[in-house]
């Protein structure tokens, strides 16, 4: 009897869930199933983030990539495009702009960043909440202040960072990568 019972029961919550994912467009079923809520105490104990880099917030990678200008961003200003996480090729380089870019904790400037430059190094791409987003800009700043372009390097308030070792960095010289800026 018991096994009938959980057998009936099992039949209708998967009858109702495909009534109702039925109804739902693929991307909110996706979306449904990625949204979770934490606790801020859980993360990085028991809840770990993958980065842009597609590896775990926190631990150290192997990275590779270079300098350029890009003059589209909403700041224009110098990125650190990384092309190679782990020894392997991305699909598709992640880009990180200059002001969330720090080599031993201190934020790479201008004079620092060399257009060109391959860098090779250990990285730990870390991240947390300090911008407000466009849409509670006007709760903090009257209508007639713009927002500046700082307050967004990414598509919401989280922006990940990424901490260069500099005791592993290597840095070379690419004349092409230099002449298509």
């Not at 039925?22 to 990085?44: E, P, Y």
């Not at 996480?85 to 990180?96: I, S």
């Not at 713009?146 to 989280?158: A, E, I, V």
């Not at 901490?163 to 960095?169: D, F, N, T, V």
Request: hydrophobic share 40%; net charge neutral; glycine share 8%.
């Amino acid at each position: 009897m018991y096994r009938y019972c959980v057998t009936i029961g099992l039949l209708f919550i998967i009858g109702s869930i495909v009534s109702v994912t039925g109804s739902k467009s693929t991307a909110q079923q996706q979306a449904d199933a990625i949204l979770r809520s934490v606790n801020a105490s859980d993360v990085g104990r028991t809840v770990k983030i993958i980065g842009l880099l597609g590896k775990p917030m926190t631990e150290p990678v192997a990275i590779k990539g270079h300098w350029i200008f890009d003059k589209g961003s909403k700041a224009s200003s110098y990125v650190f495009r990384v092309t190679m996480v782990a020894g392997k090729q991305l699909d598709e380089p992640v880009d990180f702009n200059q002001c969330v870019v720090s080599l031993d904790a201190v934020r790479v400037t201008d004079d620092v960043s060399a257009l060109g430059e391959t860098w090779t190094c250990v990285a730990i791409e870390l991240g947390q909440f300090r911008n407000i987003t466009e849409r509670n800009w006007r709760l903090f700043y009257d209508k007639d202040t713009k927002p500046g372009t700082w307050l967004r390097y990414g598509d919401g308030p989280f922006v990940s960072e990424l901490l260069l070792a500099k005791r592993s960095l290597e840095r070379e010289k690419d004349e092409k990568l230099h002449s298509d800026q």
